[in-house]
């Protein structure tokens, strides 16, 4: 367990970054998604980018990416609070 508050500014600040990356590739792909529904284009248009045997990975991977920057944000918060108490007791 780790008890500097350096090292847990580290870690927070990095879970941070993260979490902001992959919730703003979430966000990106959202938006191209909506672009290409509002340009009236064929379905699946958004998809044609990708290889045609990495396309069922689609959807599961921006899922993950919004799960995955969710819960980096969460743990960031949380040792964020550890090194407020950590610093608050000393």
């Known amino acids: 367990m780790v008890t500097s508050p350096t090292t847990l500014r580290r870690l927070y600040i990095l879970l941070y970054i993260f979490g902001t990356i992959s919730l703003l590739v979430a966000v990106c792909a959202l938006f191209w998604i909506a672009y290409c529904i509002l340009i009236g284009a064929e379905p699946l248009a958004a998809l044609v980018l990708l290889p045609e ?35 608050h007791r000393r």
């Open 53 to 87: 045997n990495t396309r069922i990975f689609a959807l599961p991977a921006l899922l993950i990416s919004m799960l995955a920057g969710g819960a980096a944000w969460n743990k960031g918060a949380k040792l964020q609070q550890r090194e407020k108490d950590l610093i």
